[in-house]
């Protein structure tokens, strides 16, 4: 079983940063794909963004675009959400989450999932 637990959220004023942590534990294996969702009041749960261990590669929801920067340490089983430029439509429930390929993840095929810290941007 592999844990995910996240950190970093909080309030903060439009405009500002916030940096999200989610540390993982228990098994795991170089080829997941990690990333984040998000859960706004009321309304679905969406991808945010995900970062393959092997490669590098990055994937984001095209309104964070050039705002969110994903990223892991090499050989740490860590994985980070850089938010700059935040928006009130930014407020949401953050998920940490993982799968067994990036493409299960950003089309929302998770195997392990956090339980969540939460952002609220205020106007």
């Known amino acids: 079983q592999v844990q995910l637990v996240e950190s970093g959220g909080g309030l903060v004023q439009a405009g500002g940063s916030l940096r999200l942590s989610c540390a993982a534990s228990g098994r795991t294996f170089s080829s997941y794909a990690m990333g984040w969702f998000r859960q706004a009041p009321g309304k679905e749960r969406e991808f945010v963004a995900a970062?393959?261990?092997?490669?590098?590669?990055?994937y984001y929801k095209d309104s964070v675009k050039g705002r969110f920067t994903i990223s892991r340490p090499n050989a740490k089983n860590t994985l980070y959400l850089q938010m700059n430029s935040l928006k009130p439509e930014d407020t949401a429930v953050y998920y940490c989450?993982?799968?067994?390929?990036?493409?299960?993840?950003?089309?929302?095929?998770?195997?392990?999932w956090g339980k969540g810290t939460l952002v609220t941007v205020s106007s």
């Open positions: 970062i393959s261990w092997i490669g590098g590669s990055t």
């Open positions: 989450a993982a799968s067994r390929d990036s493409g299960s993840l950003r089309t929302g095929v998770v195997n392990y």
